[in-house]
């Protein structure tokens, strides 16, 4: 029964790891609504400032300060990422850019979730964030 007292320590471990998360000092609560049934989500960097559509300001990725970003991407089922993680993953190359969101006044990335976790294990493979 030895393996049991380590899997409890580290079941443990991960419990408060989790809380950690969700009391973070920052977390960026988002929903989309359309990710269920397209395998998508969207992720806001931009939008357009004012009633002028020439003006885009930075928003959503590019402007949050929270350290933790919580995606609901069906009813009840979240995908929580550290921001940081989530920005690399947005810089990459190869994401669709779409207007969408408030009206399509939002700029984003589509990202498929099997990408996303793709790309979040090799985040985290790699170290980088």
């Not at 350290?67 to 993953?89: I, K």
Request: charged fraction near 20%.
């Amino acid at each position: 029964m030895p393996d049991f007292d380590l899997d409890l320590r580290y079941g443990l471990e991960r419990e408060g790891a989790f809380r950690a998360v969700l009391e973070a000092d920052t977390v960026e609560v988002k929903s989309d609504r359309q990710a269920v049934q397209t395998g998508n989500l969207f992720l806001e960097y931009a939008r357009i400032a004012g009633s002028d559509p020439s003006l885009v300001e930075p928003s959503g990725l590019h402007a949050s300060s929270a350290d933790v970003w919580a995606y609901e991407w069906a009813p009840g089922c979240w995908l929580v990422v550290p921001t940081a993680m989530l920005r690399a993953v947005v810089a990459a190359e190869g994401h669709r850019h779409v207007w969408g969101g408030d009206g399509g006044r939002a700029r984003g990335v589509l990202v498929s979730l099997t990408r996303l976790i793709a790309a979040i294990r090799s985040e985290v493979s790699h170290g980088t964030s």
